[in-house]
């Protein structure tokens, strides 16, 4: 890791303060240099007052009006029970500052960065629980905390989390939101919601109604998505409304940045992570435009069997669905060519893909040149000299990868001319009993 210049790793303030002498281990066995906790602190009445919420906890009626709205209208949320007690969107509850200030101030006592990590509008994947980002009593909110957080605890920077729409492993999540605040911000940007909203609609009936035969062409013979594309005459409206969700969460998180900015003074750096780069537009991420609204990019690849394994899996079956045609072997086969990954030999069968077992991600695909491959596309679509700090996997949840993988991947990136790396645990790194 000589060659990587931050070595960051995700912490909880408990993690710290339970734990002497583990900051020590890992400053000196791995280099680190920056520890990224989880903000648990309390926040003060003038912030709890921009909450959107009408009461602790807040009415259903109230959530579901915050939430995101699917194409039929419906809001996106399966479940409430993970957001409902809250005291705002993404924000527990009470808080303990004297734990996390003792963590922050252990950290800075071997002169280890601190940056803070904030959550943002997908609030639970799981339930597809995701607050508007075009409501500006949500807005608000975040930056009121993101500001508070800058300012209240003497760290380097804030990180934040889930500043995108839902995993792409839902497929129905990528054609939220189209509330009615979500069409006046598509017209402040220059789109149309219901032209965008008929022309999906338009693609999802070409796509049912196509010959599978020659659709499994598209994904067995020299054909690429964009021919697929056009054999479907896929209209514009449809590369609109992707465009139009990258724009309106690069606009709101300028917004954070510029307020943090202001709050944390000189050299306080703000940044997002970013989803893996082959299937980023569809959680509303244009990399190629990062350094507009980030001081860094943090490519998410430790997540690769919720992220893109469980993915190309659902989004074969949603094929299959409309297509009863064609074959497994040939949804995902065409699902690979179309966002990249069909030169990685990955399996013809949803069984081989093991998902839920904890050697899932290794087993039966080339771990280490899938995630190098979204690293290198990462590479490639970010603004030149925006330093990068890929996540990487180091033994946390859910699945502990081997520690050789980790070694290419780590080497891999630094040729590839990440800057970094943002460790998720460090199991497989270190031998350090942690105390719960």
């Known amino acids: 890791m000589a060659s990587l210049e931050t070595i960051g790793l995700y912490l909880n303030a408990d993690t710290i303060v339970k734990n002497p002498g583990y900051l020590e281990t890992l400053r000196q066995e791995l280099g680190l240099n920056v520890a990224i906790i989880g903000f648990s602190g309390a926040l003060p009445p ?102 508070h957080m800058a300012r209240s605890y003497g760290v380097e920077g804030l ?104 709050a944390g003074g000189e050299g306080f750096i703000f940044g997002i992570d970013t989803y893996p780069a082959s299937l980023a537009a569809f959680v ?35 094929l299959r669905g409309l297509q009863p045609t064609l074959s497994e072997a040939e949804a995902l086969r065409l699902v690979y060519r179309f966002v990249g990954y069909d030169r990685l030999g990955l399996p013809e069968r949803v069984a081989d893909f093991a998902l839920g077992e904890p050697d899932c991600e290794y087993r039966n695909i080339p771990l280490a040149e899938f995630v190098l491959l979204d690293l290198a596309k990462a590479a490639l679509y970010l603004p030149p000299g925006l330093p990068s700090y890929p996540i990487v996997q180091g033994g946390g949840a859910p699945w502990m990868w081997p520690k050789e993988i980790i070694a290419r991947i780590l080497e891999g990136a630094a040729e590839q001319g990440h800057r970094g790396v943002m460790f998720q645990g460090t199991q497989a790194l270190v031998d350090f009993p942690l105390n719960a």
């Open 46 to 147: 003038e912030v709890l007052a921009t909450s959107p919420y009408d009461g602790a906890p807040p009415s259903d009626e109230r959530l579901y009006s915050l939430l995101c709205r699917h194409l039929d209208g419906q809001p996106s949320a399966t479940s409430l029970d993970r957001i409902r007690h809250s005291a705002g969107p993404h924000m527990h509850i009470g808080g303990n500052d004297a734990t996390l200030r003792e963590a922050i101030e252990r950290a800075h006592a071997l002169d280890i960065d601190v940056w803070l990590l904030g959550g943002c509008w997908t609030a639970n994947d799981f339930d597809v629980a995701m607050f508007c980002p075009s409501q500006e009593a949500v807005n608000a909110w975040y930056e009121a905390i993101y500001c």
């Open 159 to 262: 990180d934040v989390t889930h500043a995108r729409f839902p995993m792409t492993s839902y497929p129905r999540g990528m054609f939220i939101c189209t509330c009615e605040a979500c069409a006046r911000s598509a017209a402040e940007l220059g789109y149309d919601m219901e032209a965008m909203k008929a022309d999906i609609l338009d693609a999802q009936r070409r796509l049912a109604a196509y010959d599978g035969r020659q659709l499994a062409a598209i994904g067995r013979d020299a054909l690429g998505a964009q021919d697929g594309l056009q054999l479907l005459g896929v209209r514009t409206g449809v590369f609109d409304w992707f465009r139009f969700r990258c724009d309106l969460l690069a606009r709101n998180v300028q917004r954070f940045r510029e307020g943090v900015h202001a």
């Open 284 to 318: 509303g991420h244009n990399l190629s435009r990062w350094d507009t609204f980030s001081d860094f990019a943090s490519p998410l690849v430790s997540h690769v069997d919720i992220f893109p394994m469980q993915t190309l899996v659902a989004w074969a079956g949603f």
